[in-house]
């Protein structure tokens, strides 16, 4: 009987360090904060690109690698709509434009608005960044509409597609739109319009589909931006998954989400605006994708700058060569273009 009982114990307390082997849901405070540690950028090395007509304003930044060089990928707004644009760089800190790779066209339902996002950038921190070829393909979510204005009208996401990733060729942008805010399954926080995209290949599967989509919209009754998920098994064919947004304030914006995945924790790095004053960079922890704990503590980065007093917001975040490079749309004394914070001074380097 003795026997017996010790048996019982050991394997009791065997079953509760297994349960403990597996992350919970909730990202713990102490793994934030070394989160926060290893990605903040507190030195502000300033502008690195502006459009050449510097009368237009730029934004969103797409950051990868590919053949030793860096590409950029940025939208442009010149009063009609968004365009998307391609710039290279061999430093990171000095960008040169090579032209458009998504064009306004006439009678589409994407006619006067093509915000593009590179899709499948290699997520892992640190890592090659190099973009996956998929069937061949290279592709890119992007935000689309026919009203001519600021983000005017309804908009919704398409998918482009191209052979070519790295010159200022026109991608494939025929396929029909991939979700809308008048879809039957829309949720009540994306029925009024739907903005940035990223997409991101899951070898783990998480959701159970290899492609997940996080991106922000607005409804009707919830007059702020929150982010929520879809998920994909082709690329061209979405779902929405889940009932509920996965990054939101209740007020404001909470969007423009982009992943990187330190070990086994994945992180989100998103804007927030005006659910305090002005537009910050923020960031949320997960161990599956879809249960994400918020950053509480301070903004990754903030206005500080005339050149971003106004918004410093809608992040691209990469590890290379031991530092920290976060670009974001700086709004302030030199437009809308793009900034950088770094992880260690590099101004004199």
Avoid at 253 to 260: E, H, K, L, S, Y
Wanted: with cysteine; glycine share 8%; aromatic share 16%.
């Amino acid at each position: 009987m003795r026997n017996l009982l010790f048996l019982a114990i050991i394997l009791y307390f065997t079953q509760c360090n297994l349960k403990e082997s597996h992350p919970s849901p909730i990202v713990s405070q102490e793994v934030m904060e070394q989160v926060f540690e290893e990605i903040k950028t507190p030195f502000k090395y300033g502008v690195v690109f502006q459009h050449p007509d510097t009368s237009k304003m730029i934004d969103s930044p797409t950051i990868f690698r590919q053949d030793e060089v860096w590409y950029m990928t940025y939208i442009v707004f010149d009063g009609q709509g968004y365009e998307t644009w391609l710039a290279e760089s061999e430093d990171l800190l000095n960008w040169e434009s090579k032209g458009k790779i998504l064009s306004f066209t006439q009678d589409t339902w994407d006619g006067n608005q093509k915000a593009g996002y590179v899709s499948l950038v290699n997520t892992e921190w640190g890592g090659d960044y190099r973009v996956e070829n998929f069937k061949g393909q290279y592709w890119m979510s992007y935000l689309g509409g026919s009203s001519e204005g600021y983000e005017a009208g309804t908009l919704k996401i398409g998918m482009a597609n191209s052979i070519i990733l790295t010159e200022a060729k026109e991608w494939e942008t025929n396929n029909e739109p991939l979700l809308s805010p008048v879809d039957d399954d829309v949720r009540w926080f994306e029925n009024k319009t739907i903005y940035k995209s990223l997409v991101i290949r899951d070898n783990e599967k998480h959701t159970g589909h290899p492609f997940v989509m996080y991106y922000n919209a607005k409804g009707d009754t919830a007059n702020y931006e929150s982010i929520g998920m879809a998920v994909s098994d082709d690329m061209l064919t979405w779902k929405r998954f889940g009932n509920e947004p996965v990054i939101s304030r209740g007020k404001g914006i909470c969007g423009d989400a982009q992943i990187a995945k330190i070990n086994d924790l994945y992180v989100m790095f998103y804007f927030g605006a005006f659910w305090k004053p002005g537009a910050f960079e923020r960031f949320a922890c997960s161990y599956d994708l879809i249960n994400w704990t918020d950053w509480e503590g301070e903004d990754l980065v903030a206005p500080s700058e005339p050149y971003d007093q106004k918004y410093a917001h809608k992040p691209w975040v990469i590890k290379w060569n031991g530092i920290v490079y976060h670009f974001y749309n700086a709004v302030g004394s030199e437009g809308r273009v793009i900034a950088l914070a770094t992880s260690k001074g590099i101004k004199n380097n």
